[in-house]
Every structure is written in structure tokens, then in C-alpha cells.
């Protein structure tokens, strides 16, 4: 048996936003220092969810949600970390793990025990092209086969790989400077938000707590709502 004072522990929907719009149209509005402020505001939130629960670890299951929302927690933290630094290129790699993360949390809790021993044992292998409507199904949701869309995997894949979606932002035209766009700035910031939003969610309904996962719910809601403008 595991135990875990959670509060001791140390966020994708990629192109899919829960109302649906697919493009960051607002991006121009919004002023991404706030955004990453806002985000890193809500991140600690999220972080002290779990403050004075002890979380009972008594099972590969409880253990691989708790380490997975631990996991998404670093994540989270690290990437507003780089873009408040303006580590452009490292905070854009941290987004294929996340995805990793949220797609595996979900699978943790809906998986059957030979699934479970699967990733305990690191020879689970994600497979894109099908977790997604598999965990839609069993969560009886509608976005992540949306959100793990081919396109989405392959800018996901080169931008971890040093790809050419990370060598073509280091440049401006004909300058040697970098040049990631607002919009996809916002896009990994409400990424990393989501998978740490719903791993929390996953994660205080798996250990019944009913309070902190109503709570995280509504600050998912609240933290979707934005204002028309943000003064730049």
C-alpha cells in the first residue's frame, strides 16, 4: 500500500476548444503575457486541489492516476515556466508528454487489468489513430478523437522531435529569430490547462472526493470563459 498527501505533489484539446471553435481567432485580443499569468494563477489552483486529503494508493490503477496527474502537474508548471521565459521550443516539445499524459490517465481509469499492467510495465503504446474514439466512448465524450486528429499528431511529433515545425519557428523571415505565433502560443497554453483540468477530474472521482471535483469542474468552466478583450 501507497500512501500520498497529494498536496505535497508538484493542461490538450490541441486545435479543439470546448465550445468548438477549432482556430484561435481571439488570439489578437488577448494578451499573452496575461494568458500565461492566467494560466499559471489556475495552475496553482489545480496544484492545491488535494491539500488535507490523504489519497490511499491500493492498487497499479490508483497509483498510475496519482502519478499521472503528478506527472501533468510538472508539465503544466514547466511549460508556463519556459514561456514566461520565452523558451519557446522547449515549452512547445513539453506538449507531445502532456497529450501523453492526458490520453494515459484516461486509459488508467478505463482500462482492464492486463491494460493497467500494460503501463506499469512501459510496454503499453498509445495508439493515436484510435485512443482517442475509444476514450470518447468510454467517457461518453465528444473531443478527443477531434483533438488527436492527424494533423494534430504530426506537429505534436515534430515539435517533441525537433522537427521541422520547431527549425522553420527559428526564424523571421531572413533574420535568425523566433517567430512562434500568439495563436499557437494560446493553443499549448489551453492544451497543458485541459490535460491538467481533466486529470484532476479523473482524479478526485477515482478517490470519491465529490466536493474538489465539482470545484475543479467549475474552475474548468470558469477558466473557458474569457473576456471579449484583454488590453495588450
Avoid at 508556463?80 to 501523453?100: D, K, M, N, S
Avoid at 491538467?196 to 473557458?224: C, P
Amino acid at each position: 500500500m501507497v500512501r500520498e498527501r497529494s498536496g505535497e505533489g508538484v493542461g490538450i484539446r490541441g486545435q479543439h476548444r470546448a465550445n468548438g471553435r477549432i482556430e484561435r481567432g481571439w488570439a489578437e485580443a488577448m494578451n499573452v503575457r496575461e494568458e500565461i499569468a492566467r494560466a499559471s494563477r489556475y495552475g496553482r489552483q489545480l496544484e492545491t486541489m488535494l491539500d488535507g486529503k490523504e489519497v490511499t494508493a491500493t492498487s497499479d490503477r490508483d497509483i498510475l492516476i496519482i502519478g499521472y496527474r503528478s506527472l501533468l502537474l510538472d508539465y503544466q508548471t514547466s511549460i508556463v515556466t519556459l514561456l514566461e521565459q520565452e523558451l519557446y521550443g522547449g515549452a512547445f516539445a513539453l506538449l507531445r508528454p502532456t497529450v501523453e499524459g492526458w490520453v494515459r490517465i484516461h486509459i488508467a481509469k478505463m482500462g482492464t487489468d492486463e491494460t493497467v499492467l500494460q503501463l506499469k510495465n512501459d510496454t503499453y503504446r498509445v495508439d493515436f489513430s484510435r485512443v482517442g474514439e475509444e476514450i470518447d466512448k468510454a467517457f461518453e465524450l465528444e473531443f478527443f478523437e477531434k483533438s488527436l486528429n492527424k494533423a494534430v499528431r504530426e506537429a505534436l511529433h515534430s515539435y517533441t522531435h525537433s522537427g521541422w515545425f520547431q527549425v522553420a519557428r527559428r526564424f523571421n523571415e531572413t533574420e535568425f529569430e523566433s517567430r512562434y505565433s500568439d495563436g499557437a502560443i494560446l493553443n499549448v497554453l489551453e492544451g497543458s490547462m485541459t490535460a491538467l483540468f481533466m486529470a484532476t477530474i479523473v482524479t478526485t472521482k477515482h478517490f470519491g472526493f465529490e466536493k474538489e471535483w465539482q470545484r475543479t469542474h467549475d474552475l474548468f468552466s470558469e477558466y473557458n470563459k474569457r473576456p471579449l478583450e484583454v488590453s495588450k
